[in-house]
Structure formats: structure tokens, C-alpha cells
């Protein structure tokens, strides 16, 4: 079945005329319903009027640059953003993604890059809710709740971002087994970024700094040098430390 993003709507924010007549008419031809923001002031207005699927930011703009405007975003909304970076820029595109940013592209890019980076970040967005269901108690420091979609740290609320908690979920549904970097990949960021591991370690690191006591010896999220990492086996742990009565 075709896809059909017709009501899908995009906030295409740059300072070049030419840039977003060039994205619109691409998403267009795909069926996006798109609105532009030439400065980042009039991001953050649109951002509320129109309340986009998603959000296609540039960094380089002359008055509150790409990334200030990501962290205003950050403080009250999880819409998806994806970041237009200069050719080569890796450090912006680091900094974009510890920021919040959900993706990035990098000028220059094709129409069909750009069409299909959008449609993977708003799959992986629509589709996160996964099948797992209920409270986890994975020992009695962390809980997570699934229908809530809420971690319990020690009593208290944690907030992840979206994409971290899409990270979380896989690696608990699969606890005690070895998820692959390119699994990971796969299932949190989509089939197009299988070429992308420092997403992985980056994410990771993340959620280690978020839920783990020491996030230089972590005991959750453990890594399987060159080839992924495995979360916790917590259901085998209980049944070790409480083993059924034998009477």
C-alpha cells in the first residue's frame, strides 16, 4: 500500500528564498502540505500556528541561529526536527543531535534524500509505540512503564526524548539478548541509516548518563564490543535471587 502524507505538514525554516522554494516543491510533489519560516523568530510563531508533523531546520541564519532555535523548540514540544548542516560539518551535526535534533541532512542534498530522511523520521516517529505493555521493574532503582510511556529513576520522573526512548524500548524488549548496532539502526531510525553507527553510540551514551549510577560502568545498557549492545537480562536476575519454593 502507498504511503499517503497528504495531511502531513512540514515547517521548512531557512534563510535562503531559493533553499525553500526548492524543498517545497519537492515535499509538495510527495503530498506534504508545507509552510516556510525565513528567520528563526518566525519559526517559533509558525512552530505554534500551524503545529508541524515536523520541522526541517537550518543552522546557519542571521538572527537566532538553527541550533538556539532547536533548544526553544526542545523546552516545549517533541516535534521531529531534522537539521540542514553544511557539507562536512560534523561537529554541527553532533551538536544538533545532543541538542534534540531527530536527524540531519546535509546541503548539498537530492530531492530524493531529503523526501525519504522526512518520511523515515516520521515512520519511526508514528510508529514508536511498540507492543509491550505495563509497569517493568527492572530492580529497584529503575521501572518503566510502557502504556505511559513514563521511567521511574528512583522515585522520580525521568524525561527522555523521543528518540531515546524508542532506543530504551528495543533494548528491553530484547533484555539479555544482543541487539546489533545495524538492528538498531533499523528499528529506531529506519533501513535508510544502517550507514550511521555513531547515532548508536551517541544515543547510548545518552541513556547511560540519563538511568545509569555510573555511567562509565554501567549496569543496564552493556556493550558487546563490535557488535551492539545488550540490555540487562532483569527477568532471569529475579527469578535467580528469588528462586520458587521447592517445598
Known sequence: MAENFERRRILVVDDEERMVRFIRMNLEHDGFQVSEAFNGKEALNKMHNVTPDLILLDIMMPDIDGFEVLETIREVSTVPVIMLTAKGEEDDRVRGLELGADDYVTKPFSPRELVSRVKAVLRRTEGASGSMHGLIEVDERLKIDF????????????????????????????????????????????YEYRDEPHYVRLYINYLRQKLEANPSDPKYMLTERGVGYRFVDFRRDKIENNPPDSN
Request: hydrophobic fraction near 40%; aromatic fraction near 12%.
Open 147 to 190: 502504556d505511559r510511556r513514563e521511567i521511574w529513576l528512583e522515585g522520580k520522573l525521568v524525561k527522555l526524548r523521543p528518540t531515546e526512548y524508542r532506543m530504551l524500548y528495543h533494548l528491553v524488549q530484547n533484555a539479555g539478548w544482543v541487539v546489533t548496532h545495524d538492528q538498531l539502526l533499523t528499528k529506531v531510525w529506519g
